[in-house]
Nanobody, 124 residues
Framework: QVQLVESGGGLVQAGGSLRLSCEAS????????MGWYRQAPGKQRELVAR???????NYADSVRGRFTISRDNGKNTVYLQANSLKPEDTAVYYC??????????????????WGQGIQVTVST
């Protein structure tokens, strides 16, 4: 069983900061990349930031320079430091593990996993 557990969301004023965390638990062999996506009401889910196992990162244009993604491979955990938050950053943020491999006891299974989502609300 694999679970992605997110934490750190909440309500913050515009200009403030939050740090989101996501830990993947289970008998994990490897994770190709981890990332954060978000979905605002009435909008499609979009990529916020992504980091590979080697440390390569990419960001949405709307958050570049304000958000920083990092990863602790030993803890299978990804972080998102969100600074200078704006009301338009309000959304449910989802953690993603891309090509996560586990040993089932008989074979290696590789698939993508998602967290349950965590609310981030930025007030004016």
């Amino acid at each position: 069983q694999v679970q992605l557990v997110e934490s750190g969301g909440g309500l913050v004023q515009a200009g403030g900061s939050l740090r989101l965390s996501c830990e993947a638990s289970g008998t994990i062999l490897s994770i190709n990349a981890m990332g954060w996506y978000r979905q605002a009401p009435g909008k499609q889910r979009e990529l916020v930031a992504r980091i590979t196992s080697g440390g390569s990162t990419n960001y949405a244009d709307s958050v570049r320079g304000r958000f920083t993604i990092s990863r602790d491979n030993g803890k299978n955990t990804v972080y998102l430091q969100a600074n200078s938050l704006k009301p338009e950053d309000t959304a449910v943020y989802y953690c993603n593990a891309d090509r996560l491999s586990i040993y089932t006891g008989t074979y290696v299974r590789t698939k993508d996993y998602w967290g349950q989502g965590i609310q981030v609300t930025v007030s004016t």
